[in-house]
Each structure stands twice: as structure tokens, then as C-alpha cells.
């Protein structure tokens, strides 16, 4: 933005991957008909008392080793009181001043990197939806556990908040902290930002952003918000400290309400909760459990697999997804056969079912040995695409698959020669064209052929027939 300096800041809230509740027996997912996934502890009924989930402490834990930062060993939950409908205690049990951890970074790309302010664990608040006749309220989601990664404002650009988000989510993934699905709300992001003198050294007003549902749309409201102080700022007017809340549908920003600050809140130690108190051994085993992060295994995937860079990428964007495509290579199957059969034909063919990996009825080992027919001769390209969807919809091998559908793959030259000439008779025009030097032409007459044997007939022996005959001296 000419003559100024854009600064962005980002609070990211990241639902940790639990059965059940933060401090409650409750189940943690907040689908399913509303307030039917509520505990006592939930709505802050007399006589009862929060107990900390321990997978929580643990995810939140790896969440903050994954990021860099530094656990501190003994943090504490507090108090945040404020008034609102979807807040039926009256307060949020969150942290303060004694977070969980401290510190750590997150890769933004060109080999800078955003630092981190603080990561700390809270319980999220339930959901309200506005309606003609009034404002409902579900508390399905009330206590469910989160952690909120508070950037340092390092981000110069909504791109670079873009990518910073890429790389939190890929990385929370793949420690099996959340599954950050941002429709779903397990991941979701507000966004500060402010603009100051181009070489200046001193911050302007930040404005928070706030109903913002996938990492375009933070990068939209950012380069929108952008824009809009800009032109306040060159009018000479003034940025006011306020929450914007973004409309995707009209492109823009509406003010909602002005900014809290920290004592707006009336922070105190949570008395029903003692410190949370972290070992050496603890941590240790949180380490152990993160495993292999995206960037060792893309480079193992290079190293050993010798995998290019755009079959890389989409491979170690999930952790389940290469942990897939390994088996189907364990089993048998040439690297990079199965990551063009899983990227190139699997994938899609699942997502036009609507059927996730996990859910098909083709296993790697399954996969691996449909290569192993294609790789043997026994099956065509074509005829082999033809098995694999035989495959989805019904529990049989490739091999009873194959029988099934008499797919097996034709390469008898007394057999495909009459459909050769068939073909060279069809298309004359196609013939001519070959002859005259035009390659391209040869695909319409092996296209003939292979309609004619439903993909069956092997494209080396229909090539080496139609280019005998076509050379042929014509009688």
C-alpha cells in the first residue's frame, strides 16, 4: 500500500482433536441436534467443578512443540468474565498471564518467518444463530477445548497471513492435534490490522477482524480492510479501535462494536482449578508423538521415492494420505505408480462417490496389486481404470475383478489385425494424414480399435499393426 506499512496480527483458535470436553464428560463435537451435548459442568450449575481433560493438556502441548514454542511447566487457567448468551457460566475458563507456552514461529515463505506471542489453552464458547423471530442459542459447543495461537504482528501482507495459516493447519494436522476444518469451525481465525507511515517504527490502530471461514477469506478481508484505512487515512480521518466483522457475500467490513481491552475482562485465577504443572517425562512423550512433520517427510519423499515436487506436495499435505500411499508402495507397487493411480484416478474417483480414503473398499494392497496386472501386461490403462471403479463398489480382488468383467488385455496379432483394417477402412482421412506426416492422426484410428475391444487391446501391438499397415504399398 503506497506510503504506508501494513502490520498484521493473528488469533487463532484450533480445536484439539478430544472425545469429550475440556472440563466435562460431554462429547466434543458440536454437530447434532442443539443442547443435547451439554453437561452440567457446561452451564456452570451450582455444586459442581471443572476436571481438566488430560488428551487436551496433551494435543495443546504438542501443538506448541510442533510451532517452537517454549512449554512452560507450570501455567494457569483464569477467569474471563463477560456477558453474553452463548456464555452461560458468565465467564470463559481460559489463560492469562501464566499461558501454557511462550514463544515459537511459523514459515511465511521467501525464508522469513512470523514470530509467536503466546499459545494457551480455553474452552470455547457455545453458538448463537440470529433468525426473523429471534437469536437461538446452542451450547453443544460450549467447553469444547481449544488452544489460541497469538502471533506477534510480523505479517506484512494479507499473503503472508495466507501462508501463515497454510502452514499452521498443515502442521496441527499432521500432529494429530485438530483437523483445523475451517467450515466446521475447528479452526478459525481473527485477524488485526493497522497501517503506519511508510519507514515509521510506530504501530497505527488496529481494527479486528472477526467471521472469517477460510484462508481466501482472511486473505479478502485483509486486502479489503487494506484498502479501506488507506483511503480513511488519506481523507485525514482517523482509524477508531473497533471489531469489523466481515461479509463475504458484499465484499466488505461492518464495524460491530468497539475493541475490549484485557480489564474490560476482570481476569482472575480460576480458584476451582490448581496450576497445571508439566515433567520432563510428560513432555517427552508429547514429543515422541508428534512423529514426522510435513517438510522431513516431503524431503524423504525426494530422497527416497524420488518423487517431484508437485507429487510431493500433494502427498505430505496429509498425514493419513502418505501414510496410504507408503502402504500401497510396501506392497509392491513402483512409487511413482502409486501416486499417479492414488492422486490421478483414486482421489477422484472417491470424491465423485463421496467417500473419503479411509472409507473405500480399495485397500493399498489392493491398489498395489491392480498395478502389479497393468505393470504385467495382463490389463490395459484403460481396461484398468475400469477395474478400479469394478473395485469401489464391490469387496473383490483386481484378480476376480478382472474375470468379472472379461477385461483381460488383448495383444493377439491374429485377432486385432481384422480390427486394424477395420479401422485403416473407417477413417481414411486418418490414414492420409498419417502418411503425411501427421502423428496425431494415428490416435483416431487407435481410438477405433480400442472402442472396438472396450479398452482391451494393447495400445504397443495396435501401434506397431496400424503403422505396418499404413506403410504398407497400397495394392
Same mark, same amino acid.
Given at each position: 500500500?503506497?506510503?504506508?506499512?501494513?502490520?498484521?496480527?493473528?488469533?487463532?483458535?484450533?480445536?484439539?482433536?478430544?472425545?469429550?470436553?475440556?472440563?466435562? *464428560?460431554?462429547?466434543?463435537? +458440536?454437530?447434532?441436534?442443539?443442547?443435547?451435548?451439554?453437561?452440567?459442568?457446561?452451564?456452570?450449575?451450582?455444586?459442581?467443578?471443572?476436571?481438566?481433560?488430560?488428551?487436551?493438556?496433551?494435543?495443546?502441548?504438542?501443538? /506448541?512443540?510442533?510451532?517452537?514454542?517454549?512449554?512452560? =511447566?507450570?501455567? #494457569?487457567?483464569?477467569?474471563?468474565?463477560?456477558?453474553?448468551?452463548?456464555?452461560?457460566?458468565?465467564?470463559?475458563?481460559?489463560?492469562?498471564?501464566?499461558?501454557?507456552?511462550?514463544?515459537?514461529?511459523?514459515?511465511?515463505?521467501?525464508?522469513?518467518?512470523?514470530?509467536?506471542?503466546?499459545?494457551?489453552?480455553?474452552?470455547? /464458547?457455545?453458538?448463537?444463530?440470529?433468525?426473523?423471530?429471534?437469536?437461538?442459542?446452542?451450547?453443544?459447543?460450549? &467447553?469444547?477445548?481449544?488452544?489460541?495461537?497469538?502471533?506477534?504482528?510480523?505479517?506484512?501482507?494479507?499473503?503472508?497471513?495466507?501462508?501463515?495459516? =497454510?502452514?499452521?493447519? #498443515?502442521?496441527? =494436522?499432521?500432529?494429530?492435534?485438530?483437523?483445523?476444518?475451517?467450515?466446521?469451525?475447528?479452526?478459525?481465525?481473527?485477524?488485526?490490522?493497522?497501517?503506519?507511515?511508510?519507514?515509521?517504527?510506530?504501530?497505527?490502530?488496529?481494527?479486528?477482524?472477526?467471521?472469517?471461514?477460510?484462508?481466501?477469506?482472511?486473505?479478502?478481508?485483509?486486502?479489503?480492510?487494506?484498502?479501506?484505512?488507506?483511503?480513511?487515512?488519506?481523507?485525514?480521518?482517523?482509524?477508531?479501535?473497533?471489531?469489523?466483522?466481515?461479509?463475504?457475500?458484499? &465484499?466488505?467490513?461492518?464495524?460491530?462494536?468497539?475493541?475490549?481491552?484485557?480489564?474490560?475482562?476482570?481476569?482472575?485465577?480460576? *480458584?476451582?482449578?490448581?496450576?497445571?504443572?508439566?515433567?520432563?517425562?510428560?513432555?517427552?512423550?508429547?514429543?515422541?508423538?508428534?512423529?514426522?512433520?510435513?517438510?522431513?517427510?516431503?524431503?524423504?519423499?525426494?530422497?527416497?521415492?524420488?518423487?517431484?515436487?508437485?507429487?510431493?506436495?500433494?502427498?505430505?499435505?496429509?498425514?493419513?494420505?502418505?501414510?496410504?500411499?507408503?502402504?500401497?508402495?510396501?506392497?509392491?507397487?513402483?512409487?511413482?505408480?502409486?501416486?499417479?493411480?492414488?492422486?490421478?484416478?483414486?482421489?477422484?474417483?472417491?470424491?465423485?462417490?463421496?467417500?473419503?480414503?479411509?472409507?473405500?473398499?480399495?485397500?493399498?494392497?489392493?491398489?498395489?496389486?491392480?498395478?502389479?496386472?497393468?505393470? +504385467?501386461?495382463?490389463?490395459?490403462?484403460?481396461?484398468?481404470?475400469?477395474?478400479?471403479?469394478?473395485?469401489?463398489?464391490?469387496?473383490?480382488?483386481?484378480?476376480? /475383478?478382472?474375470? #468379472?468383467?472379461?477385461?483381460?488385455?488383448?495383444?493377439?496379432?491374429?485377432?486385432?489385425?481384422?480390427?486394424?483394417?477395420? +479401422?485403416?477402412?473407417?477413417?481414411?482421412? +486418418?490414414?492420409?494424414?498419417?502418411?503425411?506426416?501427421?502423428?496425431?492422426?494415428?490416435?483416431?484410428?487407435?481410438?477405433?480399435?480400442?472402442?472396438?475391444?472396450?479398452?482391451?487391446?494393447?495400445?504397443?501391438?495396435?501401434?506397431?499393426?496400424?503403422?505396418?499397415?499404413?506403410?504398407?504399398?497400397?495394392?
Amino acid at each position: 500500500m503506497t506510503g504506508y506499512t501494513t502490520v498484521i496480527g493473528l488469533e487463532v483458535h484450533v480445536q484439539l482433536a478430544t472425545k469429550s470436553k475440556l472440563f466435562s *464428560p460431554a462429547p466434543a463435537k +458440536a454437530l447434532g441436534d442443539p443442547n443435547t451435548r451439554v453437561h452440567p459442568v457446561d452451564l456452570g450449575l451450582p455444586g459442581v467443578l471443572p476436571r481438566p481433560n488430560r488428551h487436551a493438556i496433551e494435543l495443546a502441548t504438542r501443538a /506448541a512443540l510442533v510451532l517452537g514454542a517454549e512449554v512452560q =511447566r507450570e501455567s #494457569e487457567f483464569a477467569r474471563k468474565h463477560y456477558f453474553y448468551p452463548d456464555l452461560p457460566k458468565g465467564y470463559q475458563i481460559s489463560q492469562f498471564d501464566r499461558p501454557l507456552a511462550l514463544g515459537g514461529t511459523v514459515p511465511i515463505g521467501g525464508g522469513r518467518s512470523c514470530r509467536l506471542h503466546r499459545l494457551h489453552v480455553e474452552e470455547d /464458547a457455545g453458538k448463537l444463530s440470529h433468525t426473523g423471530v429471534g437469536t437461538l442459542v446452542d451450547l453443544n459447543r460450549a &467447553g469444547v477445548p481449544l488452544v489460541e495461537i497469538v502471533s506477534e504482528p510480523d505479517l506484512r501482507t494479507p499473503a503472508e497471513a495466507h501462508a501463515f495459516l =497454510r502452514h499452521l493447519r #498443515e502442521v496441527m =494436522r499432521f500432529a494429530g492435534v485438530s483437523d483445523c476444518d475451517l467450515e466446521l469451525g475447528s479452526m478459525r481465525c481473527d485477524a488485526n490490522i493497522s497501517l503506519m507511515p511508510a519507514g515509521s517504527d510506530t504501530f497505527g490502530t488496529k481494527v479486528e477482524l472477526k467471521n472469517l471461514n477460510s484462508l481466501k477469506m482472511v486473505q479478502r478481508a485483509l486486502a479489503y480492510e487494506q484498502r479501506r484505512q488507506a483511503a480513511v487515512l488519506a481523507a485525514g480521518g482517523r482509524i477508531l479501535a473497533e471489531t469489523r466483522g466481515w461479509h463475504d457475500e458484499l &465484499g466488505e467490513s461492518r464495524s460491530q462494536r468497539s475493541k475490549e481491552q484485557a480489564p474490560d475482562y476482570r481476569y482472575l485465577p480460576e *480458584p476451582d482449578l490448581p496450576p497445571l504443572v508439566l515433567d520432563e517425562a510428560f513432555l517427552a512423550r508429547q514429543r515422541e508423538q508428534i512423529g514426522e512433520l510435513p517438510e522431513q517427510r516431503r524431503e524423504r519423499y525426494r530422497t527416497s521415492f524420488g518423487l517431484g515436487d508437485h507429487d510431493v506436495a500433494a502427498l505430505a499435505r496429509d498425514r493419513a494420505l502418505g501414510d496410504w500411499f507408503e502402504r500401497v508402495v510396501t506392497a509392491g507397487a513402483d512409487a511413482k505408480s502409486a501416486c499417479n493411480w492414488l492422486l490421478e484416478d483414486l482421489l477422484p474417483a472417491l470424491r465423485e462417490r463421496g467417500l473419503a480414503l479411509a472409507d473405500a473398499k480399495v485397500s493399498p494392497a489392493k491398489l498395489a496389486a491392480l498395478i502389479a496386472l497393468l505393470d +504385467a501386461g495382463t490389463l490395459t490403462r484403460t481396461t484398468a481404470r475400469k477395474v478400479l471403479h469394478h473395485l469401489l463398489a464391490h469387496d473383490v480382488s483386481p484378480q476376480r /475383478a478382472l474375470a #468379472e468383467l472379461a477385461l483381460a488385455r488383448i495383444a493377439d496379432e491374429e485377432t486385432l489385425a481384422p480390427l486394424v483394417d477395420a +479401422a485403416i477402412a473407417a477413417l481414411p482421412a +486418418a490414414v492420409e494424414a498419417v502418411r503425411a506426416g501427421k502423428e496425431k492422426a494415428l490416435d483416431a484410428l487407435k481410438g477405433h480399435v480400442m472402442r472396438q475391444t472396450r479398452g482391451r487391446a494393447d495400445h504397443e501391438v495396435v501401434d506397431r499393426l496400424l503403422r505396418a499397415a499404413i506403410e504398407s504399398p497400397e495394392p
